[in-house]
């Protein structure tokens, strides 16, 4: 199993910058694909960026591309996601994922991060 933990959501405004950081523990971190999925409230939770084990290929959701940025540090068993030119409609819960070996679902998840972004 791994544990993971959320930080960095806060309130900003519209055009700001912050970076999200996830902090895993427990198995070898380097084992699990990682991804950032955001819920807005009243919508479905959907997957912003993913990353692979070595870091090598990501994915990012059209609307975040260009702004946002997923990258691992496996030596600090930590995710980020930088969001550069947010906008009100990135304000959501951000959650880390972690998708082990072999699976197609994400198992493990964090407890989540607020974003707010105001205009």
């Known amino acids: 199993q791994v544990q993971l933990v959320e930080s960095g959501g806060q309130a900003v405004q519209a055009g700001d910058s912050l970076r999200l950081s996830c902090a895993a523990s427990?198995?070898?971190?380097?084992?699990?694909?990682m991804a950032w999925f955001r819920q807005a409230p009243g919508k479905e939770r959907e997957a912003v960026a993913t990353?692979?084990?070595?870091?090598?290929?990501?994915y990012y959701l059209d609307s975040v591309k260009g702004r946002f940025t997923i990258s691992r540090d496996n030596a600090k068993s930590t995710v980020y996601l930088q969001m550069n030119s947010l906008k009100p409609e990135d304000t959501a819960v951000y959650y880390c994922?972690?998708?082990?070996?072999?699976?197609?679902?994400?198992?493990?998840w964090g407890q989540g991060t607020h974003v707010t972004v105001s205009s």
């Open positions: 990353i692979s084990r070595s870091g090598t290929r990501t």
């Open positions: 994922a972690a998708q082990n070996v072999g699976r197609v679902d994400y198992s493990y």
């Open positions: 427990g198995r070898t971190f380097s084992m699990y694909s």
